[in-house]
């Protein structure tokens, strides 16, 4: 058996993403917003220790860990939180508790209001720059959305998605997991703000 192996990166200005060389919640993904949502979840609660933890995201073998916007101990952190998610895994207990996916609303319920999310604030949006944003698929609690018009191939798609698209959802519907976007930007023709 391999030993266990985790490699860290920055994938926003204050979070952390680890990778590890197995499995830790491949069932789909939990979203934990706050100590309370962690209750259960010995992953989660023990990543909430640190503190100012905003919230985490545990998806297969990826643990996405968002600081608050005051956070300012770049020495020690990211260390921590690598030797609570490593300690966790070699203790063999459950990392996420069942009550993640128990809890998680129906898919068409999760659809009928992204789907009204999408037609009421994000399309009259992203409309002025020639933009549409479609929703494809809810699979569990990932959700698949492909952008057109004038989103397809712009510079600006991924700001959309994680602060415009993501935030809308996830307030509407806080138990889902990732949005991925499955857009083939490289064929985008009329891009509002052109990548470079």
Not at 190 to 195: A, D, E, F, L, S
Request: with cysteine.
């Amino acid at each position: 058996m391999s030993s266990l192996h985790i490699d860290l990166q920055m994938v926003g200005e204050f979070t952390f993403q680890f990778t590890a060389n197995k499995p830790l919640y491949p069932q789909g993904t939990a979203v934990f917003g706050n100590k309370e949502k962690a209750k259960g979840s010995l992953l989660a609660e023990k990543i909430f220790e640190v503190d100012k933890v905003q919230n985490i995201t545990v998806s297969d073998n990826v643990v996405k860990v968002t600081m608050n916007h005051d956070f300012d101990d770049w020495a020690d952190t990211p260390e921590k939180l690598e030797n609570i998610i490593k300690e966790q895994i070699k203790s063999g207990q459950k990392l996420i508790s069942d009550k993640v996916l128990e809890s998680l609303p129906s898919t068409e319920e999760i659809k009928k209001k992204l789907q009204k999310i999408l037609d009421q604030e994000v399309n009259p949006a992203v409309a002025e720059h020639g933009g549409w944003i479609k929703l494809l698929d809810v699979k569990g609690n990932t959700v698949y959305v492909e952008m057109g018009g004038g989103c397809q191939g712009c510079s600006m798609s991924l700001a959309t998605l994680k602060q415009g698209v993501e935030n809308a959802f996830r307030q509407a519907v806080p138990e889902i997991g990732e949005v991925l976007d499955i857009t083939d930007h490289a064929g985008g023709k009329n891009p509002y703000y052109k990548r470079n």
